[in-house]
């Protein structure tokens, strides 16, 4: 960045101001009240603007801050500008691709273009996970494939031609400037992009790579590298700093986390591991396609061999264990230990090959990685960490052994809080007006007399008039959840909000049993369209379901956070329950008991928290814009019932609060 000059008109047309005289927050608020302005239907928001001097002085001052920002206080710009004008280069992480796609494609486009008025430039960049970026090197490595089928074809006295879709795909990669997936023209068939694309556990770098050179990933990171503001998502940071941090993406001097209320999930998985029976297929076809092109065949089978009879002998006890917590590896560590040392034989043949082109030479490089980093992963299975939980999870056709550590905060306070300043909001961070639990769980140090806090907590409220616009009603004549009466009357209580809200609704359950009693009872009981998740794609359910404004949407966990609906379409919110976590999660389990170890509530601590961030998600989903209005209805009597009930509601936007069903549904009909 260079010099930052801020122009001030007058009636003399305009000329520069020097916002290097200015505070930091004053710069930020500067730059941010004359976009905003040129913004079309822009407005001065309170918040926002408190919001932006917040995040300039934390970064001036290397200090750490906890922002919650209410719905429509625009918090994207109220972190990027002050982000650009401070001179720092920036990492923002978000939790989803949607924000990211935003920040990238359409807020930060604007601002370069606002702010160059001011005298503000600044450059940008989005770093993916690798399986996002077409692979050249296994894109040379398909084409020298198909040049054998060629030649052995023409010998044959035939004509060949290349397929049509992976002559199309490396034509495009030829010209297209990112490799990104996301650029694509058309679909793809099934399998094509997987067979010239890889993931991180297989990608040899930049050292290794034959096509390094000319490779869509290392050229991105390249880009970061350069760039004032890079932008990635949660997982691909958590992933950099298992590696130890600056290996995946450049150094930087800010973090800002963006939907931070799910950062901690998100971190318990980047620093854990999973292992299934297809990551041992995917080397052991990775390692046999490879040496089977380098030596005879039943050389190459006999080195193999041991590692297919392995990775039997992990899935039959994968399956022979039971789903949940896993204390001591028994079995189970044993056939992980088996699978080492044949992992280890593979890798030994692999490195004592000599390539004979640079697709076979990529090729070599990639299943090296590959069984390293599963090789690694296996011995930490085979020895978990202190402080790390182990358990196995099944569906209908996977059984997966994985490994996380029960706390992330106190590796984020040796990995992270130490090293950047750290900035994280979200609309969603409080446990009854307070961020101390979140900010415990990530690391932070709460203070007490005998130092002061390690970060600022600052809570800015949403520019809606929640008090006009909107009503939380709390069934409390409904029967507890457990009680065998409750499912009967909780669908009768539905049916009542749906008729007078004339549909328009979003019923949010915490299961998949309710989701589908409530869809095949609705469908029969109210003349709306009843849309239940699943029946289509996400985003073709969502469009339904804004086309048709008296439709109802059914759906679980995934659509509780992240779903932005203003207008007629959705005017009733409806949740089944109270969303505290399963008792049996293993991870979640192995959170209560370090929480009861160190002397405190495990109710209080972990599963109380977790509830209210989410409860709070789910109601958010109500008032998207100032013209909103509806109702939040919880078919949940504890949360009227129970002590703890009081802390839920006071995490809920202050929208006046009922248990009179008549009042609501009169509220609804007008």
Same mark, same amino acid.
């Given at each position: 960045?260079?010099?930052? *000059?801020?122009?001030?008109?007058h009636?003399?047309?305009?000329?520069?101001y020097?916002?290097?005289?200015?505070?930091?927050?004053?710069?930020?608020?500067?730059?941010?009240?004359?976009?905003?302005?040129?913004?079309p239907?822009?407005h001065r928001?309170? $918040?926002?603007?408190?919001m932006?001097?917040?995040?300039?002085?934390?970064i001036?001052?290397?200090?750490?801050l906890?922002?919650?920002?209410?719905p429509?206080?625009?918090k994207?710009?109220?972190?990027?500008?002050?982000?650009i004008?401070s001179?720092?280069?920036?990492?923002?992480? !978000?939790?989803?691709?949607?924000?990211?796609?935003?920040?990238?494609?359409?807020?930060?486009?604007?601002?370069?273009?606002?702010?160059?008025?001011?005298g503000i430039?600044?450059?940008?960049?989005?770093?993916?996970g690798?399986q996002?970026?077409?692979?050249?090197?296994?894109?040379v490595?398909?084409? @020298?494939?198909?040049?054998?089928?060629?030649?052995?074809?023409?010998?044959?006295?035939?004509?060949?031609?290349l397929?049509?879709?992976?002559?199309?795909?490396?034509?495009?990669?030829?010209?297209? =400037?990112t490799?990104d997936?996301?650029?694509?023209p058309?679909?793809?068939?099934?399998?094509?992009?997987?067979?010239v694309?890889?993931t991180?556990?297989?990608?040899?770098?930049r050292?290794?790579?034959?096509?390094?050179?000319?490779?869509?990933?290392?050229?991105?990171?390249?880009?970061a590298?350069d760039?004032?503001?890079v932008?990635?998502?949660h997982?691909?940071?958590?992933?950099?700093?298992?590696?130890g941090? $600056?290996?995946?993406?450049?150094?930087?001097?800010v973090?800002?986390?963006?939907?931070?209320?799910?950062?901690?999930? %998100?971190?318990?998985?980047?620093?854990?591991?999973?292992?299934?029976?297809?990551?041992?297929w995917?080397?052991?076809?990775?390692?046999?396609?490879?040496?089977?092109?380098?030596?005879?065949?039943?050389?190459?089978?006999?080195?193999?061999?041991?590692l297919?009879?392995?990775?039997?002998?992990?899935?039959?006890?994968?399956?022979?264990?039971?789903?949940?917590?896993?204390?001591?590896?028994?079995?189970?560590?044993?056939?992980?230990?088996?699978?080492?040392?044949?992992?280890?034989?593979?890798?030994?043949?692999?490195?004592?090959?000599?390539?004979?082109?640079?697709?076979?030479?990529?090729a070599?490089a990639?299943?090296?990685?590959?069984?390293?980093h599963l090789?690694?992963?296996v011995?930490?299975?085979?020895?978990?960490?202190?402080?790390?939980?182990?358990?196995?999870?099944?569906?209908?056709?996977?059984?997966?052994?994985? *490994?996380?550590?029960?706390?992330?905060?106190?590796?984020l306070? @040796?990995?992270?809080?130490?090293?950047?300043?750290v900035?994280?909001?979200?609309?969603t961070?409080?446990?009854?007006?307070?961020?101390?639990?979140?900010?415990?769980?990530l690391g932070?140090?709460?203070g007490?007399?005998?130092?002061?806090?390690?970060?600022?907590?600052?809570?800015?409220?949403? =520019?809606?008039d929640?008090?006009?616009?909107g009503?939380?009603?709390?069934?409390?004549?409904?029967?507890?959840?457990?009680?065998?009466?409750?499912?009967?009357?909780?669908?009768?209580?539905?049916?009542?909000?749906?008729?007078?809200?004339?549909?328009?609704?979003?019923?949010?359950?915490?299961?998949y049993?309710?989701l589908?009693?409530?869809?095949?009872?609705?469908?029969? &009981?109210?003349?709306?369209?009843?849309? %239940?998740?699943?029946?289509?794609?996400?985003?073709?359910?969502?469009?339904?379901?804004?086309?048709?404004?008296?439709?109802?949407?059914?759906?679980?966990?995934?659509?509780?956070e992240?779903?932005?609906?203003?207008?007629?379409?959705?005017?009733?919110?409806v949740?089944d329950?109270?969303?505290? =976590?399963?008792?049996?999660?293993?991870?979640?389990?192995?959170?209560?008991?370090?929480?009861? &170890?160190?002397?405190?509530?495990a109710?209080?601590?972990?599963?109380?928290p977790?509830?209210?961030?989410?409860?709070?998600?789910?109601?958010?989903?109500?008032i998207? !814009?100032?013209?909103?209005?509806?109702?939040?209805?919880?078919?949940?009597?504890?949360?009227?019932?129970?002590?703890?009930?009081?802390?839920?509601?006071?995490?809920?936007?202050?929208?006046?609060? %009922? %248990?009179?069903?008549?009042?609501?549904? &009169?509220?609804?009909?007008?």
């Amino acid at each position: 960045m260079g010099r930052i *000059i801020l122009l001030e008109r007058h009636k003399n047309g305009q000329v520069p101001y020097d916002a290097l005289m200015l505070a930091p927050a004053d710069r930020a608020q500067a730059a941010l009240e004359r976009v905003v302005a040129e913004k079309p239907g822009g407005h001065r928001r309170v $918040g926002q603007v408190e919001m932006a001097r917040a995040v300039a002085e934390a970064i001036e001052q290397g200090s750490h801050l906890i922002c919650e920002a209410g719905p429509g206080t625009g918090k994207s710009f109220g972190y990027v500008i002050p982000a650009i004008v401070s001179g720092q280069k920036v990492i923002v992480a !978000t939790a989803t691709k949607g924000l990211q796609d935003q920040l990238a494609k359409k807020d930060l486009p604007f601002l370069a273009e606002a702010m160059a008025g001011l005298g503000i430039t600044f450059s940008w960049a989005v770093v993916k996970g690798r399986q996002n970026y077409l692979c050249k090197s296994r894109l040379v490595e398909r084409l @020298e494939k198909e040049g054998l089928v060629a030649q052995q074809i023409a010998l044959e006295g035939l004509d060949y031609e290349l397929p049509e879709d992976l002559r199309l795909l490396a034509e495009w990669a030829d010209v297209h =400037p990112t490799g990104d997936r996301d650029d694509l023209p058309a679909e793809l068939p099934e399998g094509l992009w997987e067979s010239v694309s890889v993931t991180g556990m297989e990608c040899p770098g930049r050292d290794e790579c034959p096509q390094a050179g000319d490779c869509f990933a290392m050229a991105a990171l390249d880009a970061a590298a350069d760039a004032d503001i890079v932008i990635v998502n949660h997982h691909l940071y958590g992933s950099d700093l298992a590696l130890g941090g $600056g290996v995946v993406l450049p150094d930087h001097d800010v973090l800002i986390v963006d939907e931070a209320h799910r950062l901690e999930d %998100t971190m318990a998985s980047a620093l854990g591991i999973e292992l299934a029976q297809g990551r041992f297929w995917q080397v052991q076809r990775s390692a046999g396609s490879y040496l089977r092109g380098q030596s005879p065949r039943s050389k190459a089978d006999k080195i193999l061999r041991p590692l297919a009879d392995q990775t039997k002998r992990v899935q039959q006890s994968l399956d022979r264990t039971d789903v949940g917590r896993v204390d001591g590896a028994g079995a189970l560590g044993a056939a992980f230990s088996a699978a080492a040392s044949s992992l280890a034989a593979v890798t030994k043949a692999i490195r004592a090959s000599e390539p004979t082109s640079p697709g076979v030479l990529g090729a070599r490089a990639r299943v090296l990685r590959l069984a390293v980093h599963l090789a690694g992963d296996v011995g930490m299975a085979v020895e978990p960490p202190d402080g790390y939980v182990s358990w196995i999870e099944r569906d209908s056709d996977r059984t997966a052994y994985r *490994i996380a550590p029960i706390e992330v905060g106190p590796l984020l306070a @040796e990995q992270l809080l130490g090293r950047v300043p750290v900035i994280l909001t979200s609309a969603t961070l409080s446990v009854a007006g307070s961020v101390a639990p979140f900010a415990e769980r990530l690391g932070f140090e709460t203070g007490d007399e005998s130092g002061p806090l390690r970060y600022r907590a600052l809570q800015v409220e949403s =520019p809606f008039d929640y008090r006009a616009q909107g009503r939380v009603y709390v069934a409390a004549r409904l029967p507890e959840p457990r009680s065998p009466d409750y499912q009967a009357r909780a669908l009768v209580e539905l049916e009542a909000l749906l008729l007078a809200s004339g549909g328009r609704a979003l019923v949010l359950t915490t299961s998949y049993r309710m989701l589908t009693i409530i869809s095949d009872h609705l469908h029969d &009981a109210v003349p709306f369209e009843i849309l %239940t998740q699943g029946d289509l794609p996400k985003l073709r359910l969502i469009e339904r379901f804004e086309e048709d404004e008296t439709s109802v949407l059914v759906a679980t966990m995934g659509f509780w956070e992240g779903l932005d609906v203003p207008g007629r379409a959705l005017e009733l919110v409806v949740l089944d329950k109270l969303p505290f =976590p399963r008792p049996d999660e293993p991870l979640w389990q192995a959170r209560r008991e370090a929480a009861e &170890a160190a002397g405190r509530s495990a109710f209080m601590t972990v599963d109380l928290p977790r509830a209210a961030m989410l409860l709070a998600q789910g109601a958010g989903r109500l008032i998207r !814009t100032t013209n909103d209005r509806g109702v939040v209805a919880i078919l949940d009597s504890r949360l009227f019932k129970r002590r703890y009930g009081r802390v839920l509601l006071r995490s809920l936007p202050p929208m006046p609060q %009922t %248990t009179s069903l008549k009042t609501v549904e &009169a509220f609804l009909r007008r």
